[in-house]
């Protein structure tokens, strides 16, 4: 599932490139990264939250960069280093260097038919990387932008001004609306001592069958590991889908909801309107998530799941607001009270 | 109000299409679908939720797919269907195929004189799509895609990668700042046995005079009717406009507001930003809606209306949230309190 | 830091615009205009908010418009209106008539070197403005607008299908996500007896190095003086930056997060997933503020602050919202019970 290197390396190549020490086999052959939930055999991964300790003991990397402290399996290869993950990131950026995303070139009917591209229509100012692919019967509007090795099934409708990026799969009858962007960057960075250091998005977005994706909608690309929203999947307007999340089959995501990174949403659930899904949790299938719900902990049984403050008139809000702050505070702090939390039109 | 047919055809010739019995008269004919709300003489609408029950009484529909056990009107005919919102559905996909929307062409000056357009802007990269036309002393910015039969006033200014598709119509004076997209298909779809069938979106986009819309901002077509923004309203960046949804004359939308389907807002409101109008419900004139509420039921007086969870330090936040939750909860599962109910930045 | 005329002109000709009444020098020369915070020698700036009392015992403007009632500093000249605001906007209107953002001209390699722009490297189905400027090694993709008198660092990826608006300035190494806009007209309106008037918005966005904006995230244009983003500052997809908002260095924002005009958010700060802050409100350096949370009131310590109404089941928050409301309201109105504070999925 990690993302292949060019060509094979040695364990011992890849410390070098960032001054690390080893334990184990030097020689050890690494053919790709991934994460080490999903990591194999010939994988190269990295440990630095112990949220990951659990998953060390079954990991099927090959090699793992992580602190001296740390005790691996004796399978894995041990990559020293201090701060695993802004290591990692340095790996990233020098083995998958930012390539030409899209190569810009103005399609005809006429270049299409010349890279086998038949039944499909392309409207004039669109752009089509290099190695991509249109499937028959699909329609791409003015001003779509595709990049390069992206695969887009049959009978799909790519509205105007959408915008896909490299290494996008998308299958069949699939709808996109106009102004969506899918496989942008997920918003890694890693904390250094001169600021946020970009950890390169080397994952993809993988969409099924039957999908539907709204207006300025935006999907990122996985981080390592793909970015997978399943068959029949349907996805509102205004829609953030960050890097690494999973949408279980025929999953409703109604306009202005978000779900954040690596969150794993299961089948047939509906999540309402502007509803909040944060990283790093699990929703089980035939869940409902109430519009304007912020969900902070996995959900593991289905059911409708809803957390939203009552509305009131103004002067009633503002006595339940400052009971409420009031019963966390000293008495002597009551002037600060609920003075003014709502925001005016600007 | 509703979607004409491109040529009337009788009852029973509809109902053929999908397989249905007729009570009343076959030959009745049909010019229009609508909803059965705004449905006139020669109407066809369908009945499939009880919350519009008192509105059967009333309807002018001449014909309305509705299961069996539903009495209808005399002047009704009954189409009899088991799932009427499929089978209504199932009709409009036949009656209304996806048609070509955008032509994709680029427009030169010359285009542009050619069929009319004169006093007109339309910068480079930008598409206008058959039937369309542009007012006087309006300004297409580049990368701009306008759909077929799109009408535009006079002295407008349609920033850069705006997309219009077919059928949206705007008054005089608007400005649409760039990656505004209007006229999107409304998220309109009946669950089946097989997953989400698309209710195809027929209605479309009306603005009037002196209308402003942000950046990036999306605003649904209707089902059937039209979503329809008032004279001199005036919408923020990120803002979501749902299908069927009406904006009052003077109304001002702050950012990243959401107002969800079929939604009423009166005139001369103020929505705070990030403030979220459920679907279905009316909002009188002259309302405030504080920034960050949810609007969850019709608000029937003017006045200022507010729902936010009042902001603490994390500490006393999670005391606060804690003691929410255990009033509702039996006292052996206190474990589970608000463990961390906050979203970190990924 | 406000913005310069054309040339200058006499407070005493900037009177008679608007057929204003002068206490004070009418040969007074004005060169630009200013907010009152932020205004100097040669600035004219107004006054209409109470809000802003204390700040006219120290402003340096050298005119200000404000009503007849109003004791200004003897070193300002007073322009006497009864609504400053609107009569500014008008000034406004006239000194900085809307120009043609944009040239629309479609842009090749032989277009780029002609103008000096070298070892830049500029897609197909983009467009330069005039006195717009790219520095080395930056790459344009297909479908970039970008307005008159934009200036680009070096070494920046501006992905497909973003606008830059007239006049932003943007450093080195900075990353632009697909279909972000940059430098739209901020929500600046003015209530007058007809409807809204538009106060034009004369600023623009001046970003630092090393930042990183996400895919459809939206960044207003200054009212007046300028929105500002750091060096360093992280910003994921779909966030919403209004006029003349600051945000410090090194600060990351997660996706669908707002801030609102004027707020000033300080440098490493970490602004949750769909957090909101209100406008002109000052958030302190190092704060954390969880997902979901408003932020309502400004921060003056560091530290980590939420305001998010915890998840329950539909049943559970019911009773607990149901709770809240009773607790404000006359015994007699309990039927308006919660029920119904959810958004469904449309």
């Known amino acids: 599932m990690g993302r292949s290197l060019a060509s ?20 050890s052959q690494i053919a790709a990264v ?15 939250d112990k949220k990951f300790a659990n998953v060390l ?6 090699a793992i960069i992580a602190p001296a402290n740390v005790s691996l399996p004796t399978r894995c290869v041990h990559i020293v280093h201090a701060n ?21 070139a103005a399609l005809s009917i006429d270049t ?20 991509s692919y249109i499937g028959a019967g699909t329609v791409v509007h003015a001003g779509v932008r595709i990049g390069n090795n992206v695969r887009i099934g049959a009978n799909c409708v790519i509205y105007p001004n959408v915008v896909l990026r490299d290494g996008v799969v998308m299958g069949d009858r699939c709808i996109i609306q106009p102004g969506a962007v899918i496989g942008s960057d997920g918003f ?6 001169s600021g946020w250091m970009k950890v390169p998005q080397v994952g993809t977005v993988i969409i099924g069958d039957d999908v539907e994706i709204g207006a300025n909608t935006s999907i990122d690309r996985g981080a390592i590991e793909d970015t997978v929203i399943g068959n029949g999947v349907k996805i509102d307007n205004l829609v953030q889908i960050a890097h690494n999340v999973r949408i279980g089959e025929h999953t409703a995501i109604a306009g202005c909801a978000g779900v954040a990174g690596s969150a794993i949403v299961g089948k047939r659930c509906m999540i309402g309107g502007a509803a909040r899904i944060v990283g790093h949790i699990e929703i089980a299938d035939d869940v409902i998530v109430s519009g ?15 957390g939203v403050f009552p509305t009131a008139s103004h002067r009633d809000w503002m006595r339940v607001a400052a009971g409420l702050r009031r019963s966390v505070r000293p008495p002597s702090n009551t002037n600060s009270d609920s003075k003014d939390a709502a925001a005016g039109t600007e």
């Open 292 to 306: 304007g719900t912020l969900v902070a902990d996995s959900i593991r049984e289905k059911g409708r799941y809803t």
């Open 188 to 193: 890694g960075f890693q904390l250094t001592a």
């Open 34 to 48: 991934a994460s080490l939930t999903y990591a194999t055999t010939g994988d190269l991964s990295f440990f630095s």
């Open 112 to 131: 299409l038919a010349k890279i086998g591209l038949n039944n499909v229509v392309v409207h004039e100012n669109a752009s089509l990387g290099l190695g």
């Open 8 to 27: 094979p390396e040695s364990v011992g190549a890849l410390a070098a490139r960032i001054g690390a020490e080893i334990r184990g086999d030097a020689n």
């Open 57 to 62: 003991a079954t990991t099927n990397a090959s």
């Open 84 to 104: 695993p993950h802004q290591a990692f990131a340095t790996l990233l950026s020098q083995l998958f260097p930012e390539t030409a995303d899209f190569n810009g």
